[in-house]
């Protein structure tokens, strides 16, 4: 069973860090990209960042500005969002999630973690 | 970027209505849609990839259809369990963005 479990979210001032983990476990890591996906209380989906299986390809949605960086360990079935510099629109659910492959481009989220929340208020 | 919009954001449907949800993009996404659905206190579920294909476990009613720009959700006969929140996402290129939702409602 694919499982997904995101840690790290907290109370947060505004400027400040937070790092955010997810743990993999029932595939193997090592073969699937994976991302962060947020949503905002009383908001809908935002794509936040994504990272390729091997964590040599990465992208950010515009809003992230080079605050964020993701990463992987795959020695450790986990992904990672460092994030700086964040904001009060920052607050969010933040996802976990597993990007599935049907051909050589395309993809889809397949699995999601239930989130952890981080919160950034003063 | 590119922009997703979705419409409407909003609809009221009585059960065994046939809804249609639609969703473009700013640019040409050839078939790389994606339709999710989420319903309060859980995780989304993914619905319709590559813009037509019916994920593994969801129900016939479901169905994508588009390419290019334009693309549409259709639920054929709306069920009580599909009262939620739709959303579009285009895989074709990096960041993958969503669509800002559409909320189906009982009528």
């Known amino acids: 069973e694919v499982q997904l479990v995101e840690s790290g979210g907290d109370v947060v001032r505004p400027g400040g860090s937070l790092r955010l983990s997810c743990a993999a476990s029932?595939?193997?890591?090592?073969?699937?990209?994976m991302s962060w996906v947020r949503q905002a209380p009383g908001k809908g989906l935002e794509y936040v960042s994504g990272i390729n299986w091997n964590g040599g390809s990465t992208d950010y949605a515009d809003f992230v500005e080079g605050r964020f960086t993701i990463s992987r360990d795959n020695a450790k079935n986990s992904l990672y969002l460092q994030m700086n510099s964040l904001r009060a629109d920052d607050t969010a659910l933040y996802h976990c999630?597993?990007?599935?492959?049907?051909?050589?481009?395309?993809?889809?989220?397949?699995?999601w973690g239930q989130g952890t929340l981080v919160t950034v208020s003063s | 970027d590119i922009q997703m919009t979705q419409s409407p954001s909003s609809l009221s449907a009585s059960v065994g209505d046939r809804v249609t949800i639609t969703c473009r993009a700013s640019q040409t996404i050839s078939s790389y849609l994606n339709w999710y659905q989420l319903k309060p206190g859980k995780v989304p579920m993914l619905l319709i990839y590559a813009a037509s294909s019916l994920q593994r476990g969801v129900p016939s009613r479901f169905s994508g259809s588009g390419s290019g720009t334009d693309f549409t959700l259709t639920i054929s006969s709306l069920q009580p369990e599909d009262f939620a929140t739709y959303y579009c996402q285009q895989s074709y290129s990096p960041p993958h963005t969503f669509g800002q939702g559409t909320k189906v409602e009982i009528k």
């Open positions: 029932g595939f193997t890591f090592e073969d699937y990209g």
């Open positions: 999630v597993k990007r599935a492959y049907y051909d050589r481009s395309g993809s889809a989220f397949d699995f």
